[in-house]
Each structure stands twice: as C-alpha cells, then as structure tokens.
C-alpha cells in the first residue's frame, strides 16, 4: 500500500466515536459499522465507498467521482458539506446527506 496519508469519513445510524477511539489501525473503523457509510478520500480523483445495513448483512461498496462530494470545511481538522450519488440502477445507494465531522481519530500505517 501507498504511504499516502487517507481520511475516513464515516457516517453511523449509532455513535462509534468511543470505538473509533480506541482503534489503532484504519481497518479497525469497519467492525462496528453495522448500518451507515464509510467514504475513504485519498486524494485520487474517485471515492471508495461501502455502504452497510442490518448488522452488516446488507453490503454494498464502490467508487464515485470526487466531484460527488462538495466540500464546505476540509482540513486537518473538520470535513463538512454534502455528498450526493445514485447508483439504484445497479441495486446500489441512492445517498444524499449533508455533513459536519470532526477528527476523531489518527492512525499511522503499520
């Protein structure tokens, strides 16, 4: 894997924040995220995504263009605005929400 630094952006239906903050690696995140979105920007030009619901039974995961996520605040710090796709047509998310989330947690590579 590269060494280029990754953001998560994870979008829970319950508060992970505490089990975030207790991960010590990025594959960690994924356990505990039985329904919501997490999005990886890594600075290329499309967005990893995975989509799960129902505990983890339902799974859906793909790329978008990074032009499907507007951004209002993102830095080190906060990533905010809204993220909109539809990918119904191939039994996919429609996903339309808007945003504001902090820093929770850093993790370095192993």
Do not use: H
Request: net charge positive; proline share 4%.
């Amino acid at each position: 894997m590269s060494k280029q630094p990754i953001r998560r952006l994870i979008l829970s239906a319950t508060d992970l924040g505490a089990k975030i903050a207790a991960c010590k690696s990025m594959s960690c995140t994924d356990s505990d995220l039985g329904d919501g979105l997490s999005v990886n920007l890594d600075g290329s030009k499309r967005l990893n995504y995975w989509l799960v619901q129902n505990d983890q039974r339902v799974q859906y995961s793909g790329t978008e263009p990074v032009a499907s996520l507007a951004a209002k605040a993102d830095d080190a710090k906060r990533l905010s605005g809204t993220l909109r796709f539809d990918k119904t047509g191939a039994g996919g998310p429609k996903v339309d929400i808007t945003f504001d989330a902090a820093l929770a947690k850093e993790v370095a590579a192993p």
